[in-house]
């Protein structure tokens, strides 16, 4: 009976842990719902996870054109243009679409008009006005939202979006908001997968608390958000200063819940606070309730930025098209009035080549996605860009990256939310330029190219990723503000240093060492301008080769931009190596000299800045390669989007049906470069005409996907080459005129139907080049798995071989009839269709191989690669040596000899010459062009330098004096005020996990401080507790023995009050 009193307070002890624990568990189930406010989607029975979809879908709006002008006109002038121009033709059936917005009152420099009589003749007629400067169709998008419960295993408070597409052709500007679910290991942190389930403060994780505290929060710096509006009376805003409608829709309120949570990561001054609460927000509402936007709505929208002087501008929006005019125009001519647009890079990743326009352009900063555990977010759009493809080479993009998934923003009416996606990355950027804009106290210092500046050499570089990956690195805002506060107007170059050396950043770079006879390695390089909207290069780049360091054993060669406009320009650097160094190996380096300059603003007396960069160089040499380990990969015969119609190689790819990611071995067909690397091959690109390149260095000349004509030069080229000992590899699609029809879409330049201007291939091309070897493919549309050689293989839309020498190797394999599922949704299985054929020309000739479909090479949409069969391939064109498991294969079959077999012919009415480099318009008949020159590059004069180069190229960029390790950063105090006080009524404690004070921990990346310190807490309580009850029970030991009522009236003396 003794034990009575201890067992009770042990069972007191242990309710208390218990209560504890659950009091822990209801605290974290709290703080996982995703918002406060009814509308917010709430957490489901067994953590289902609600997605987000959006789906799109674009037009062109009939009988609508947007007339650019060369300059801004009035209304009544626009109008006298346009009907001087329409009435001289006789064209009376049009009219002027009004378009009632604010920027209406004042001059403009397009108009929107409709016609309905003969529509290519008024277009023609309006083109041919000297004021009238393009004419392009009136685009119409629209974008819809439903909520779905998929992915159960997802966390259950973040809300999380995807998109599929659904038109014909790709949308041109679409939200970037997307799924947070999918992430590209970088090798580090590979453990630490709990964080991802913890939505953070941004603004507390990039430190702008520090710059709160020294009284920078945004104030005085105009931020505009273009995305579906704002509620007028939201709790989470103060400094709303213009909420403007841009739509066809009576309201300026936000019906999704996008453009609020967009402007709540910029400004919020609550709950989930914004980097910059203190700015003054403007409101564009350029999407409807509906999703739905036009071309005109962004072009009058951004019109009206740059007269209300708008100083940051976030577009969350983006698309494939950089040929897109008017609207890329018009960002040149924002950033050019000094608004610094800050986009975001594309959701289209992890495949490289897939940066969207405007993040692509020089002016705009391109903003990528990481986690929170510093993982490049799957999604993440890669460089390089495509602009440049097939003679030059691509950009360094994205600019930047920073958090964009799981970040916590604003809800539609309160509260907060979690989303993820680059459009989410993009207005963190943004929040951080606004903030760090009101830190300047010379704000005529700020400019785009100063602000990207800053911004870049700031960033602190990702171990492990590469810089089409990264670009400079992860957002530091602390280092941008030293950086900002000492700025001298200058130029600079992105990236800063040229290392062929350093892997993995200066990846594809560093992947292959150069040599004597190979295609020169082309860096192009950005410059920004901080100095002035407009600048130039003065007299010419200088190459300064080190001579201690083998500098003289590169030769250097440039071309640059003319005129820097806006605030940039590029330099591309051809890099090669001399012919005394054929045999040797090292390193070598050097740098290169460029000096800019530009007018003083405000200065009538000509006066103009100078500011001369620094770009170093090291490159590794080895001994000129054998020859039969040299591949060489034709790139000036891949066509891509922008500007013609090239359907995608894989019929089954529905929602994305264009061919936009540049053919590229360091874009779409990256793994397979990668692979032939390993390997031991050196692969090089041929960006000019067969009759440019010297056939016997190669021991193969690969052709992969091919849709452009050949020059008859070309052909005949070839067939000497081909006889000399050079091998051919090709790898084909599917060409056939009648599902080419039956993938038409409606063309937006000219209002008709068009038909893709090639198939997946050019096989009517491809079948002249090989037409001298009796070789041939069919038009046949093949599909299906299949097994060659013991190895699992996809036919993806692949074509057969029509006809092949009877002394050739063919293999056949039995598919699905694709093309006639497509034309008649009939399904049919036919056996012995030729898909390899392998052929040793006669004796001193080269081999030849063809291969039906390209899709087991490209990381667009592969399902299983053939790599091995690859490899296999090389081996016999480059070694002579066959593989048994393809020479005594059991699906060999005798070569088709071509009778019966229909070729495919060129499909009449393609516009195939409108976009190709060897074909031109000839009376309605396309002609080959004249074939072009060869590439000739004009080495730069060296000039030797007896100096020692610096070991290791990257260090902490500098600008000018400025030196990174020098500035000290300001004092911070542990103490992290609110920025705004508190109204009447609300909590004091932030929206976020446990609902902690940002004053009580400091929220790093990669801590898990809030969790584990309260559960720690929660832990020595309940020590306490029991500690205590167990001394309160502990009975004290009397020698006598006294009675049971004694014992209970001593037990509870303590808890009577004393008088």
Same mark, same amino acid.
């Given at each position: 009976?003794? %034990?009575?009193? /201890?067992? =009770?307070? =042990? /069972?007191?002890?242990?309710?208390w842990l218990l209560l504890a624990v659950i009091l822990l568990c209801l605290k974290k189930h709290q703080s996982t719902q995703p918002g406060n406010s009814s509308h917010e989607p709430e957490s489901c029975n067994g953590c289902s996870q609600l997605t987000l979809r959006v789906d799109f879908s674009s037009s062109v709006v009939k009988h609508e054109y947007i007339v650019a002008f060369k300059g801004y006109f009035t209304a009544n002038a626009r109008s006298n243009f346009i009907t001087s121009a329409l009435k001289s033709r006789g064209i009376e059936d049009w009219r002027i679409v009004p378009r009632n917005n604010p920027a209406s009152d004042y001059p403009s420099d397009f108009e929107l008009i409709e016609i309905k009589g003969d529509q290519r003749d008024g277009v023609l007629t309006l083109e041919d006005h000297p004021n009238i400067k393009r004419v392009t169709p009136q685009k119409r998008v629209f974008r819809s939202l439903k909520f779905v419960d998929e992915d159960p295993s997802a966390s259950c408070n973040e809300t999380k979006w995807s998109q599929k597409w659904q038109s014909s052709r790709l949308l041109r500007r679409t939200s970037l908001s997307l799924s947070s679910g999918f992430w590209h290991a970088t090798g580090r942190h590979s453990s630490r997968r709990l964080l991802r389930a913890i939505p953070r403060q941004v603004a507390q994780t990039l430190q702008a608390d520090v710059l709160w505290q020294l009284g920078y929060t945004g104030s005085n710096v105009r931020v505009a958000v273009f995305d579906t509006g704002l509620s007028e009376k939201h709790p989470h805003f103060k400094n709303v200063k213009e909420r403007t409608n841009w739509t066809n829709e009576k309201t300026l309120d936000d019906g999704l819940g996008h453009g609020t949570f967009v402007a709540g990561v910029i400004a919020s001054m609550r709950e989930c606070q914004g980097l910059a609460p203190d700015s003054d927000l403007h409101i564009y509402r350029v999407f409807t309730n509906s999703q739905v936007s036009y071309t005109s709505w962004f072009l009058d929208a951004f019109n009206y930025a740059i007269l209300k002087k708008i100083d940051v501008l976030n577009l969350s929006i983006g698309g494939p098209d950089f040929m897109d005019h008017p609207f890329v125009d018009k960002v040149w001519e924002l950033t050019a009035n000094n608004v610094i647009m800050v986009s975001a890079i594309g959701n289209d990743g992890p495949l490289y080549g897939t940066l969207n326009n405007p993040a692509d352009q020089m002016d705009v900063i391109g903003v990528g996605g990481i986690d929170f555990e510093d993982n490049i977010a799957r999604f993440s759009s890669r460089g390089m860009t495509t602009w440049e493809l097939p003679g030059g080479y691509g950009r360094m993009k994205p600019d930047i990256v920073t958090y964009g998934s799981g970040v916590r923003g604003s809800g539609m009416k309160g509260g907060c939310r979690s989303l993820s996606g680059?459009?989410? #990355?993009? *207005?963190?950027?943004? +929040?951080?330029?606004?903030?760090l804009v009101s830190t300047v106290q010379k704000r005529e210092m700020v400019n785009p190219a100063s602000m990207k500046q800053a911004l870049i050499a700031s960033a602190r570089r990702l171990p492990g990723v590469n810089m089409f !990956?990264? +670009?400079? $690195?992860?957002l530091d805002l602390l280092r941008a503000y030293q950086i900002l506060n000492s700025y001298k107007p200058q130029a600079s170059l992105s990236p800063s240093y040229v290392d062929l050396t350093e892997c993995p950043y200066m990846w594809p770079y560093c992947s292959q060492p150069i040599y004597y006879g190979g295609m020169p390695t082309i860096v192009n390089i950005t410059i920004l301008n901080g100095m002035g909207v407009t600048g130039r290069i003065v007299d010419k780049p200088d190459w300064q080769p080190y001579l201690p360091?083998? $500098? @003289?054993?590169? !030769?250097?060669? %440039?071309?640059?931009? *003319?005129?820097?406009w806006p605030w940039s320009g590029y330099l591309a650097i051809s890099i090669s190596v001399a012919k005394k160094a054929a045999s040797w190996e090292g390193i070598a380096q050097g740098h290169v000299m460029i000096t800019v300059t530009s007018p003083k603003e405000n200065e009538k007396n000509g006066a103009e800045r100078f500011s001369t960069v620094k770009l170093p160089i090291k490159v590794k040499i080895i001994p000129t390669p054998i020859r039969n380990k040299r591949v060489l990969w034709d790139q000036y015969h891949n066509l891509r989007y922008p500007p013609g119609y090239f359907p995608r190689d894989n019929l089954r790819m529905k929602n994305d049906p264009l061919d936009w990611n540049g053919d590229h071995v360091h874009t779409n067909f990256r793994d397979m470069y990668q692979h032939l690397r390993s390997m031991g091959y050196f692969v090089e690109v041929l960006g000019s005409p %067969?009759?440019?390149? @010297? #056939?016997?260095?190669? +021991?193969t000349l690969l052709m992969v996907d091919s849709e452009e004509e050949f020059f008859p030069e070309e052909i005949s080229k070839l067939r000497r080459d081909v006889s000399n000992g050079l091998s051919l590899i090709v790898f084909s699609d599917w060409y056939n005129s009648s599902v080419m029809r039956k993938v038409k879409f409606y063309d937006e330049n000219t209002r008709q139907w068009w038909m893709p201007d090639t198939g997946g291939a050019n096989i009517p091309a491809l079948n002249d080049l090989l037409s001298v070897w009796n070789m041939a493919f069919s038009d046949g549309i093949y599909e299906g798995d299949f097994t060659m050689a013991n190895h699992d293989m996809y036919y993806a839309s692949g074509c057969s071989i029509a006809k092949f020498p009877e002394d050739g190797t063919v293999l056949a394999q039995t598919f699905k009839d694709q093309g006639l599922e497509v034309l008649k949704q009939e399904t049919s299985i036919v056996e012995n269709v030729p898909v390899l054929g392998l052929y040793q020309t006669p004796p001193g000739g080269g081999r030849i191989v063809l291969y039906g479909d390209s899709n087991c090479l490209d990381d667009s949409h592969r399902q299983k690669d053939c790599f091995w069969l690859l490899d296999s391939l090389l081996q016999y064109t480059s070694n002579e040596l066959l593989p048994a498991s393809l020479s005594h294969s059991e699906n060999r079959q005798k070569?088709?000899? +071509? !009778? $019966?077999?229909p070729l495919p012919e060129r499909m009449e009415g393609n516009h195939l010459h409108r976009y190709s480099k060897v074909l031109e318009a000839h009376l309605g008949d396309p002609k080959p062009r004249p074939l072009p020159a060869c590439p000739h590059l004009s080495w730069a004069k060296p000039l030797p330098l007896n100096e020692t180069a610096p070991s290791n190229l990257w260090k902490h960029q500098k600008l000018l004096s400025i030196d990174l390790d020098k500035v000290a950063l300001p004092n911070i105090r542990h103490n992290r005020p609110q920025v705004r006080p508190l109204s009447p009524g609300e909590s004091g404690a932030w929206d976020i996990p446990g609902g902690i004070m940002p004053g009580r921990y400091n929220q790093d990346v990669g801590q898990t401080i809030p969790v584990f310190a309260f559960l720690g807490a =929660?832990?020595?309580? #309940?020590?306490?507790?029991?500690?205590?009850?167990?001394?309160?029970s502990k009975p004290k030991r009397r020698k006598p023995r006294v009675k049971r009522p004694q014992i209970i009236q001593q037990f509870h003396q303590p808890k009577t009050p004393s008088v």
């Open positions: 009976m003794n %034990f009575t009193p /201890r067992f =009770m307070n =042990m /069972r007191f002890s242990k309710f680059t459009s989410v #990355a993009s *207005p963190v950027v943004a +929040g951080a330029v606004t903030l !990956e990264q +670009g400079h $690195g992860k360091h083998n $500098g @003289d054993n590169i !030769e250097v060669a %440039f071309s640059y931009s *003319p005129v820097l %067969f009759t440019c390149f @010297d #056939a016997s260095q190669y +021991g070569p088709p000899t +071509g !009778e $019966g077999i =929660m832990v020595v309580l #309940a020590f306490f507790v029991v500690q205590i009850n167990k001394a309160k």
